[in-house]
């Protein structure tokens, strides 16, 4: 299961730029997530749950998922085409000479925080 590690590693990268913005909550986590990135989201909200919870700034912090769809590009023909659907193969031309332009990453999109200099401290 890698989305435990993908989670404690997200959960580090807050901790540090928590410390470094002099951030004291963080309300939200929005993360982009490709459609063939192999994390699975239930999977992936279980672990973050449950580390939020050893992390004071991430306690209680909701994270929010947004699908990054998958798309090829065919070199044969130069159109784009959505993976999943129809995988390596171009539905076009029928060319292999395909590869994947989107849909694999997993990328932190926003960040809802509170600082010190917004409590007044």
Known sequence: MH??????HLAKTLDNL???NEITKI?????SVGEVSGIVTDLFTDAWNYFTKKHPVLDGSELILEVIPALTYCDGCGNTYETVKYGRNC???GSGET???QGNECIIKQIEAESLEEKGE
């Open 27 to 31: 309300g939200s986590v929005t993360l």
């Open 3 to 8: 989305e435990m590690g993908i989670v404690i």
């Open 99 to 101: 590869w994947l332009i």
């Open 18 to 20: 928590a410390e470094e």
């Open 91 to 93: 539905p076009h031309c």
